[in-house]
């Protein structure tokens, strides 16, 4: 589980203590003639992921055996049935809002890239569908969109294998009387995304989700208000929607658009860019579960590039967004570590590199051979793509610390990373239940984990590229769903560009 916008975490078990390993490199020096890494591997292993991620009962083709079965009742406690989703992260909670925001990445990534997926794109698109399949059961009742499954404070008291999962199982939703507009547009941009995704191979399905996705997209809209109001003390302070709502309202319909191809999703995003003005102009540069701002104006740049007369404001907001992440850019805020990587946050950062760089790849797809100018300097399609790659080699291995910090790739990657399925002894090993607290000695234990989630990407390094592979060390340690998504784009692209 991942709090927000830097905040600190409350979640990490009990402990504050640090068991630390200090770390110390002589030699930040990256080198230069190694070769790129396996980018068909990692894309392979970056989908089987989600299949780890999997709760509600599980096909018979499910390739990641040491999970089972989990959250059968879900839902039951309001009627309703809402089995199935994915767990964000380490823990076994579902929270819509970041899943939501993970499928639509995950819908974009084959979108953009599904000619160089090969036999991965099946499951880059059941992964999508283990998603979707659950946000139309979460928005089966008009007017009622389910936000949340778990009780997140008794989850994280518990080290707990999701099978055994004992803790309260709470279905929240959004109405109409207490709306969430955040979390409602979100999952319609989810819902519309992958309706482009299936368009194709299954119209039927892809018919579903989108009218399903206009009619949430309409509550989201017409009942506007932050789930932080009404379900703040369960979503609050995982992932209470920092950002306010206006954006994902915007990105919700920029999808609809690219669904639909309907001129009142058009009118909707022409007019609302302006309306939310300083909501979009305080944040060009962000992109992430909360924040949706870089990625609405680089998705309505593909539908602006060729026709001047609706440039404005996208092209220029996309491009400042260039300009303030590129770190040859003289207009550059954003931090790198000595060995290059992007760091914006000191929870999960890895969440950062994967998303921006995701959107830099497909503005250069979508650019071709134009030049944005970043104070004194040119940009071209090259330099974005190339430094796409610098973060995706350093996430591989091509770092300081000389490791990948995708679990199951390469020789060296994170053995102790926190994730309680992963580090607990899987059922085939051990079928006799583990209750709530019987878990924390494997937490505490400095034994690699048991299960080898492959993969799994870390929340990464610090700012001086240190990596301390540790369990308890949640910040560094902790896979999430939506560092994963946008990655699965970017492999797919080098795969092809090896
Ligand atoms: C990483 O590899 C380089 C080149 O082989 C070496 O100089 C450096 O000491 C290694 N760093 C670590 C932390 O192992």
Redesign the pocket.
């Known amino acids: 589980m991942i709090i927000g916008s830097g905040k600190l975490s409350l979640n990490c078990l009990v402990l504050k203590i640090i068991a630390a390993v200090f770390v110390c490199?002589t030699?930040t020096?990256v080198?230069i003639n190694v070769p790129n890494p396996n980018y068909a591997d990692a894309l392979t292993k970056s989908i089987l992921f989600f299949e780890g991620q999997r709760s509600g009962k599980l096909p018979p083709n499910q390739r990641v055996t040491w999970r089972k079965d989990s959250a059968l009742l879900d839902g039951a406690d309001k009627g309703v049935d809402l089995v199935g989703g994915y767990y964000d992260a380490g823990d076994n909670v579902k929270f819509h809002f970041p899943m939501a925001f993970t499928t639509t990445m995950l819908a974009w990534s084959v979108e953009q890239f599904k000619n160089s997926m090969g036999p991965d794109l099946q499951h880059a698109m059941e992964a999508i569908r283990w998603s979707t399949d659950y946000f139309l059961k979460a928005t089966n009742i008009p007017n009622v969109v389910y936000a949340q499954v778990g009780n997140a404070e008794g989850d994280h008291n518990c080290w707990e294998r999701p099978e055994d999962m004992d803790t309260p199982r709470t279905a929240f939703a959004v109405t109409a009387q207490a709306p969430g507009s955040e979390v409602s547009a979100e999952i319609a941009a989810a819902l519309a995304s992958a309706s482009v995704v299936f368009k194709r191979t299954d119209p039927a399905y892809s018919k579903l989700l989108v009218n399903r996705a206009v009619q949430v997209f309409e509550f989201a809209d017409k009942y506007r208000g932050s789930y932080n109001d009404h379900l703040g003390s369960w979503v609050c302070p995982f992932y209470c929607d920092y950002n306010g709502y206006k954006d994902e309202l915007l990105w919700a319909a920029a999808w609809l658009l690219k669904a639909t191809r309907k001129p009142m999703y058009w009118i909707y995003v022409k007019q609302n860019i302006i309306n939310f003005k300083s909501d979009m102009e305080s944040s060009l540069s962000e992109f992430g579960w909360d924040a949706k701002h870089a990625g609405i104006n680089v998705l309505i740049s593909k539908f602006v590039l060729d026709n001047p007369s609706n440039a404005n404001p996208f092209l220029p907001y996309a491009d400042t967004f260039v300009c303030s992440v590129l770190p040859e850019s003289p207009t550059n805020t954003v931090r790198y570590t000595p060995g290059g990587l992007m760091y914006k946050s000191g929870i999960c950062n890895m969440q950062n590199p994967t998303a921006l760089s995701f959107l830099l790849l497909t503005y250069a797809r979508y650019m071709k051979s134009r030049v944005i100018r970043c104070g004194n300097i040119d940009v071209t399609q090259k330099m974005l793509i190339r430094f796409a790659r610098s973060q995706v080699n350093y996430i591989l291995g091509i770092n300081?610390?000389?490791m990948s910090y995708m679990v199951g790739f390469g020789t060296k990657f994170p053995q102790r990373i926190h994730h309680r399925g992963a580090s607990l002894p899987s059922i085939n090993q051990h079928p006799e239940k583990m209750g709530c607290k019987e878990g924390t000695p494997y937490f505490l234990s400095e034994n690699r984990n048991p299960n080898l989630h492959i993969g799994a990407v870390v929340g990464g390094p610090d700012i001086k590229d240190y990596f301390v592979d540790s369990r308890p060390n949640a910040a560094q340690s902790e896979p999430t769903t939506y560092v994963n998504a946008p990655l699965v784009g970017l492999l797919a692209y080098f795969k092809a560009h090896p």
């Open positions: 490199l030699s020096v080198a300081p610390m000389n």
